[in-house]
Nanobody
């Protein structure tokens, strides 16, 4: 019952910036966190940035360049990407996690992805 829609991807030259947005809709009773994952051809989908009420996590490759933020009045997150590098190219997916049981089992919802291409 959760839908995630990403936007903001595009083509940018190295050193440029993009801002990705993810809006969640549906019946969301509660959630534990939201994040951004990236998939590139021939590589595994890996976390880029992850937000919780307690802290944020960033992949080493984007630390100091990317910032994840959450809207205060809605279930939505953004990823501000500065000083982009060709290695940042990939499909970025928004993720929302929910705790399914008190034991801690996590259910993950995913958006359709948005393409980010960084050219030299």
């Amino acid at each position: 019952q959760v839908q995630l829609v990403e936007s903001g991807g595009g083509l940018v030259q190295a050193g440029g910036s993009l801002r990705l947005s993810c809006a969640a809709s549906g019946s969301i009773f509660s959630f534990s966190g939201m994040g951004w994952y990236r998939h590139t051809p021939g590589k595994q989908r890996d976390v880029v940035a992850y937000w919780t009420s307690a802290n944020t996590h960033y992949a080493d490759s984007v630390k100091g360049r990317f910032t994840i933020s959450k809207d205060n009045d809605k279930i939505a997150v953004h990823l501000q990407m500065n000083n982009l590098k060709p290695e940042d190219t990939g499909v970025y997916y928004c993720n929302l996690d929910r705790a399914a049981t008190p034991a801690g089992f996590i259910l993950s919802s995913w958006g359709q992805g948005t393409q980010v291409t960084v050219s030299v």
